[in-house]
């Protein structure tokens, strides 16, 4: 409704609102490391292109006459109520794109009613953005540190600073091959960027102390790297730069970091273990396979997250919702199934639903609303992809989220 009222008053919105046109006037605004980082995939980008073309092989079928006048998109996932079927993507090192990124995806997030989940590898400690949230629930996204002490250090600051769930990515025991990232020389977290979360953390400082302490086999030199490494952390964490360039702890702290980030040894089991760590709900992100899906069922866990990290992982992987088709064929109806990797506009979120999502997260689109608009834009982003997705279910006859099923959609003839 609001979009239509803007739009036939003429007022020209800062945020295009489809996605080609938001992506090409977001990539204007990017430095060319943050469009490498952000817009990029892994190896020679197929995993992204399947994730599109998964969609094109859908068709909406339109119904006439049905009468239905009012909508519902509201739903209920791992106990936090949702307005619509959308969450935003946790999205690490987002000041790239923009200082107190984070911050400002919350705001935005909070303005259009939807939650975001806060990325491990955020810009900003959590408790920070939480507050930025204002009341609109929030999950905290969780990489599986090799120190268990962290994980719940993580966990119990999630916890307090009032997460509704814990959501524990899968794909990333290390990161995949970015050939974009990797010809710039850029990746962010080398130099320290998307660290907030551990640098705010006592258990990781402590971590990090204690490596400052060991003697070197090399003394530290004041590389360019480092002074950058510390400026970008200075920006990032309380303290400042005078402060830390007098301290050893950046350099350490940015080393213990990719230490211990993420643990490749997990397993089934450890991760059962975090149902008796925490009282949250737990979902997991990053599960391609039916066989995994069931897995983690049996870990305890209350959701998971079809994806394929927006393609950034695997190159040449499954479509996330090819995925998504055979993990619910799999398992049946009830167990939560949220989807990402691909959404692009409201019918994507529709056909996914149709498909057997109980809801969407949104990656990119939303960093692109960050880069042209801040807190604004990405409110803008996500009003314009429930609005179409609203206008979607009023021409296919669906009044609410339950009545969306795979008998709206036939596939693309060949
Ligand atoms: C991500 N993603 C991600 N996922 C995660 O669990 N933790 C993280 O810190 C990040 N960081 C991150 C940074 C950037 C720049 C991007 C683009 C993505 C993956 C993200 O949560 C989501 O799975 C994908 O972005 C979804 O795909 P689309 O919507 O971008 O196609």
Known sequence: GIVYREGTLGSRPSVPTDAAELERRARRRMS?????????????????????EAFDRWRIVPRMAHGIVERDLSTE???????????????????????????????GAAAAGVPYVLSNQGCSPMERTAAAMAGTPFW????????????DSLVGRAEACGARAIVVTLDTTLLGWRPQDLNLGSLPFARGQGIAQYTSDPRFMQ????????????????TLGAIRTLLSMSREHPGGFWRNLRSPEPRAAVETFLD????????WSRLSTLRARTALPILVKGVLHPDDARRALEAGVDGIIVSNHGGRQV???IASLDALVSIRAALGPSPTLLLDSGIRT????????????????????????????????????????????????ALTGTASLSSLSPSLLTPAPH
């Open 32 to 52: 060319r490391a943050a469009w490498a980082y952000v817009a990029g995939g892994a190896g020679e980008g197929a995993t992204m292109r399947h994730n599109r």
């Open 77 to 107: 996932v791992a106990g936090t109520p949702l307005r619509a079927p959308l969450l935003l993507a946790p999205v690490g090192a987002g000041a790239l794109v923009r200082r107190d990124s984070d911050v400002h995806i919350a705001q």
């Open 140 to 151: 905290f996204q969780l990489y599986w540190s090799t120190d268990e002490p962290l994980v």
């Open 207 to 222: 971590l990090a102390r204690e490596r400052a302490a060991t003697p070197r086999t090399a003394p530290t030199r004041v």
């Open 260 to 267: 211990i980030y993420s643990n490749p040894g997990l397993d």
């Open 315 to 317: 190159d040449n992987a």
């Open 346 to 393: 409201g019918a994507d979120v529709f056909v996914a639903l149709a498909l057997g999502a109980n809801a969407c997260l949104l990656g990119r689109p939303h960093i692109y609303g960050l880069a042209l608009a801040g807190a604004d834009g990405v409110r803008q982003v996500v009003e314009n992809v429930v609005a179409e997705l609203d206008l979607t279910m």
